[in-house]
């Protein structure tokens, strides 16, 4: 497991990257899969749907994790 602040630089680092390739659907996946590791589940979900609505056949990975946050989300 990584530290917490291993995940924080990694956030940054694809804020960063989408800033200057918003269109980039690889970079919301990655986005999508800190975000979940830091419990920012909701923020993860955007993401994922973010990455899904730029390039959904080459999110197959990313269409399976936006179901499991759906479910973690609704269990809150």
């Not at 917490?4 to 990655?30: H, N």
């Not at 590791?37 to 909701?42: F, K, V």
Request: net charge positive; proline share 4%.
């Amino acid at each position: 497991m990584y530290a917490l602040g291993e995940y924080r630089k990694a956030l940054e680092c694809f804020d960063k990257v989408l800033s200057i390739d918003p269109k980039y659907a690889a970079g919301w996946s990655m986005k999508c899969s800190v975000l979940y590791h830091l419990g920012m589940y909701r923020h993860a979900l955007a993401c994922a749907d973010k990455a899904l609505e730029i390039n959904p056949p080459s999110c197959e990975l990313t269409a399976q994790v936006r179901k499991m946050l759906l479910s973690l989300i609704q269990k809150w």
